[in-house]
C-alpha cells in the first residue's frame, strides 16, 4: 500500500529553521509530483509548495516565496521540506501529499492529491 511518512517537525523560535522530510512507499515516487500542505485547528488546509517528478519546478504559495524550499532525492523515496526565517503564522501541521496523475494546472487544490501522510507539527514562539 502508498505510505508517506513524515518527520522533523517541533518547536523553534521565530526566525529559526526546520527542515521536514516525508519518505514514500508503495509505488513509483518519481513520477509523481510531490506537495506540502499546512491546516491549524479551525482553517482551511493551505497550500504551501509542489516539486514535479525530477525536481526541475518547484510551485510556492505567495506568504513562504523566499522562506521555504522543497526539494527531493527519488532516490531515496524522500521530499523536504526546508523551513527558513519561520514567523508565529507559521505554526500549522504540516502534511506531505502525493499528486494524482490525472491533473493538469494549477498545482495547490488538496482534492488534487490522493495520499496524505500523517502530519507532523510545526510550532513556531514569539
Known amino acids: 500500500q502508498v505510505q508517506l511518512v513524515e518527520s522533523g517537525g517541533g518547536l523553534v523560535q521565530a526566525g529559526g529553521s526546520l527542515r521536514l522530510s516525508c519518505t514514500a512507499s508503495g509505488y513509483t515516487f518519481s513520477r509523481y509530483v510531490m506537495g506540502w500542505f499546512r491546516q491549524d485547528p479551525g482553517k482551511e488546509r493551505e497550500f504551501v509548495l509542489a516539486?514535479?517528478?525530477?525536481?526541475?519546478?518547484?510551485y510556492y504559495a505567495d506568504s513562504v516565496k523566499g522562506r521555504f524550499t522543497i526539494s527531493r532525492d527519488n532516490a531515496k523515496n524522500t521530499v523536504y521540506l526546508q523551513m527558513n526565517s519561520l514567523k508565529p503564522e507559521d505554526t500549522a501541521v504540516y502534511y506531505c501529499a502525493r499528486r494524482g496523475s490525472s491533473y493538469s494546472g494549477s498545482y495547490s487544490l488538496p482534492f488534487q492529491y490522493d495520499y496524505w501522510g500523517q502530519g507532523t507539527q510545526v510550532t513556531v514562539s514569539s
Open positions: 516539486v514535479t517528478w525530477n525536481g526541475d519546478r518547484i
